[in-house]
């Protein structure tokens, strides 16, 4: 089975963050229409949607259950059925004010402090959804291995097929590929007034599950289901 399915945190879509999110990828992970990007001083439409190309393909969200291929017996319904009962069990967490940064040779939205309970709730994730997943193909694991890995991270690999879980794990929306330094700080700087709006005018919950799959190799990621966590 070549599709995909993940368990990501988005935004509701009338939420003013994933109006934010979808317009700067440029996609709508709902049905996946594109649509018009800011524009950027100094930065042609043309290179800003190169750079934002890989992660308008999975969609404004922060990952909590990374893409993973169907273990043998189990289907939609059976993921569905399984995301449905953790998410009755959790409770929403308050991200606080998100700042963008860059990370490694990306750009990412991260909470300006790590919000109390979000630890725990992204381990839930990892483990309890954990039989879910097939074991990573050969291709995937040597790709995995290719990047830097410590001792730990090579471990969590092994254990849950993604190296950047649990004490590792740094929640994050991307809103780049890799850039430059001078190309990330303008990215930075263009996004600032409106966090700082955002911040202010809408504080961010983590309030759902999403499910996404990816159908195929290299499709955009589609926005399934949301399953609201239970205050």
Sequence with gaps: MSARYAVFFAPD???????????????????????????????????????TQE????????????????????????VL????????????????????????????????????????????????LDALRAPLRDEELARRRAAPLDMREAELLAQYGYPYVMERFRLHFTLTGPATPELAQRVTDAVAPQLDRLNTDAPLWLDRLCLFVERAPAA???????????P
Aim: net charge positive; with cysteine.
């Design 13 to 51: 879509r009338h939420s003013p963050w994933r109006e934010f999110g979808a317009r700067w990828l440029g996609r709508d992970e709902h049905d996946s229409a594109l649509l018009a990007q800011p524009l950027l001083a100094g930065v042609s439409p043309e290179h800003f949607a190169r750079l």
């Design 55 to 78: 992660p308008r393909r999975y969609g404004f969200h922060a990952t909590l259950k990374a893409p993973f291929r169907l273990a043998h017996g189990i289907d939609e319904p059976a």
């Design 81 to 128: 059925a399984q995301l449905q009962t953790l998410a009755r069990r959790l409770k929403p967490v308050l991200l606080g004010p998100l700042r963008a940064t860059t990370l490694g040779s990306f750009v990412a939205l991260v909470p300006e402090t790590m919000p109390a309970g979000l630890q725990a709730l992204a381990g839930a994730c990892v483990t309890e």
């Design 220 to 230: 955009p990621f589609h926005r399934l289901i949301d399953l609201r966590l239970q």
